[in-house]
């Protein structure tokens, strides 16, 4: 087991920049996270890496704008679909 | 006959409506634009039903939906370009190459970023190439896996991680200059 040295990879450590982002966007097996976040616990390096890149990836997802289409837009597009050839006709419910 | 078509028209209910909010979402930050976006769900909602024969009852409807959305903005974006799009983008990566070996630190403890507005972040966003603003919508906000960006934007899996890794940086950088302009230096 190796020593935790502030803003320095521990001797030990196998993290790499890659394994740290495909950890914050879900890409690894369970096993693989669960290992993970195991020997990221040995690290200061990597534990504080992994800390920064999630809440980054949390904070983009609560900060960036997200849109909603009114109901008279999905109205009319059943309507344009029910117009279409091939199409019986009016759009169910 | 009757039959199939209900069939279909539940299908495009429950299967493809239910992400007309997210397309719209995307659209919006790809044309950056509330009109043309409608215009390129509206298009892409055409293009479904029209193919719905191809697509398979219970499969990944919404990666079909934004790859569909995806190719409508690609060919709408190439058609007004004066430049051919690939050329533009590959001397993007080339600049980029030569400085972005590494993870870049944001703090976002420093208040001036707790404190961000949505539209500031939305317009750092909406200022990226498309390329690399894409990768981020997908997996950052839309939570696709790195096989379903694969498959909605046709670049094998191993692009997809360095344009994130890049797209992520890009955007540190740019909200970093937001920091700075307000008067925030870096601790």
Redesign the interface.
């Known amino acids: 087991m190796g020593i935790r040295i502030p803003g320095r990879h521990n001797s030990n450590c196998r993290c790499t920049?890659?394994r740290v982002?495909?950890a914050i966007?879900?890409?690894l097996s369970r096993k693989e996270q669960e290992r993970f976040l195991q020997e990221v616990k040995l690290c200061a390096y990597c534990s504080d890496?992994y800390e920064?890149?999630k809440?980054?990836?949390q904070?983009?997802?609560s900060?960036?704008?997200?849109?909603?289409?009114s109901p008279s837009?999905?109205s009319s597009?059943k309507e344009?679909?029910g117009k279409?050839p091939g199409?019986?006709g009016r759009?169910?419910? | 006959m009757?039959e199939n078509?209900?069939q279909e028209?539940?299908i495009?209910?429950e299967e493809f409506?239910p992400h007309?909010?997210a397309l719209?979402?995307f659209a919006?930050?790809l044309a950056y634009d509330?009109v043309r976006?409608?215009d390129l769900?509206?298009e892409t909602?055409?293009k479904a039903?029209?193919f719905i024969r191809s697509y398979q009852k219970g499969t990944n409807a919404k990666a079909w939906l934004f790859k569909i959305l995806k190719n409508a903005f690609i060919n709408e974006y190439r058609k007004k370009s004066k430049r051919p799009h690939s050329v533009d983008f590959e001397d993007f990566l080339a600049y980029h190459d030569s400085e972005d070996s590494?993870?870049k630190?944001?703090?976002?403890n420093n208040e001036i970023?707790q404190d961000?507005?949505?539209?500031e972040?939305?317009k750092a966003?909406n200022d990226l190439p498309v390329n690399f603003k894409t990768v981020?919508?997908l997996?950052?906000?839309e939570g696709f896996?790195?096989e379903e960006m694969s498959a909605i934007i046709g670049i094998p899996i191993g692009t997809i991680?360095s344009r994130?890794?890049r797209a992520?940086n890009m955007?540190?950088e740019a909200l970093e200059g937001y920091a700075a302009n307000l008067g925030y230096t870096k601790s």
């Open positions: 920049d890659e982002e495909m966007d879900g890409a890496k920064r890149e809440s980054f990836k904070f983009l997802s900060k960036v704008s997200r849109k909603a289409l837009f999905i597009l344009k679909i279409q199409h019986h759009f169910m419910s | 009757q078509g209900n028209e539940q495009f209910s409506l007309a909010d719209y979402t919006y930050h509330e976006a409608q769900v509206q909602y055409m039903w029209r590494s993870y630190d944001l703090d976002l970023f961000m507005m949505g539209d972040v939305t966003l981020i919508l997996c950052d906000i896996t790195y991680r994130l890794h992520r955007l540190k």
